[in-house]
């Protein structure tokens, strides 16, 4: 890796970006560090990839710097890779044709569309529910986190239903490996490769043949007057895919993680399940693990620090919704908290299009699993860690008697 020259006249303090990419640690780790760095300094710099970049700690800056999209802009979403070879749709997209891409998308997941889908999420939840309660044990992440959005997925796209284990499979791969070895790195390619063929097979055939789904939907549409490229529509396939998927899966695995060793709060929502949506707004809050960044269009400074246009802004959620100067008691799990105005969707204009489905499943999953399964913890003799960068449980044990 080249030396990079930190342009650094304001002093702010120095962290580079692999100390925060911790491979793999105790469940919590990278919450903690977060944490620590907040009470620290509101802005750090160092070094991601070969470029310089910088890290906000707390949600004043942070909040800012998503609502100011023409200066923070979604032309890269990693602090390591200013200029990427692929642009996920809708995500990384400015402007007015993001506006356009959303207000094409937004009648998919409104309120109104998510009610209509619940008897289906319901089903689908009860499914996985069946092929792990009368066994005692699971791994929740892989048993039911990752399966449960991966056959919703099934559904909105049209495909078959035995198709969410392959799908399941590729995201693991993806996503899940903690290992960055020159052979993970090629299995990962391989596999991104079988994925991107899957899409265009399946686009190709939408296209001779619509079917009332999601895909049929988008390929019919135009964006400011004209038809879709298949290009486009293939990166907005892939971004449901890597996106839409696992963070569900990652939160829920987090919700399931707490109330197994927090039983007095299990006990509560037992006692009364009218708690649950609440809940998972502290628990979206407590343990929120998406940590995008953004790319600066023009020179800027932030809490006396100077950035440059073209440099990479980190803004993690985590650090922003557990700040105390923006909640009371922001280190504590308060399942009955009002007024939780959290960020774990985002803010701004690239805000989470998708956060009134993520909410049915989260509620939905909670409500079911503890109707049938009340009482439950983490497996005797089992670890729970985590995976750094897109930080996520690696596998949760848990166990119940039947």
Known sequence: MAEVELVNPSGCPVLNYTD??????????????????????PVFTGVAGEHQYFLLTRMEEIRASYQNA???????????????????????????????????????????AIEKMEPKLRQRFAEVLDSVVAKGSCDLMADVALLYPNVIFMDLMGLPREDAEQFQAWEVAMLHNPNS???AMEEQFAVMNDVIAYFMALIQKRRAEPQDDMLSYVLAANIEGEPIPDEEILAFCLLMF??????????????FWHLATHPEDRQRLLDDPSLIPNANEEFLRYYSFVTPSRKLSEDVEVAGCPMKAGQMVHLPLSAANRDPREFPDADKVLIDREGNRHAAFGLGPHRCLGSHLARAELRIAMEMWHERIPNYRVAEGSQVLEHGGQVGITALHLEWNV
């Open 242 to 255: 890597l996106a839409g998927l696992d963070t569900v899966a990652t939160q829920l695995t987090y919700n």
């Open 70 to 112: 023409k200066v923070f802009t979604n032309a890269s979403v990693t602090a390591a890779e200013p200029n990427p070879p692929f642009k996920w749709i809708p995500e990384m997209l400015d402007g007015k044709i993001h506006v356009a891409w959303r207000q094409l998308l937004g009648p998919l997941w409104t309120p109104a």
């Open 20 to 41: 925060l990419d911790v491979a793999i640690a105790p469940a919590g780790s990278k919450f903690a560090m977060l944490d620590q760095l907040r009470e620290q300094a």
């Open 181 to 183: 070895t020159p052979e």
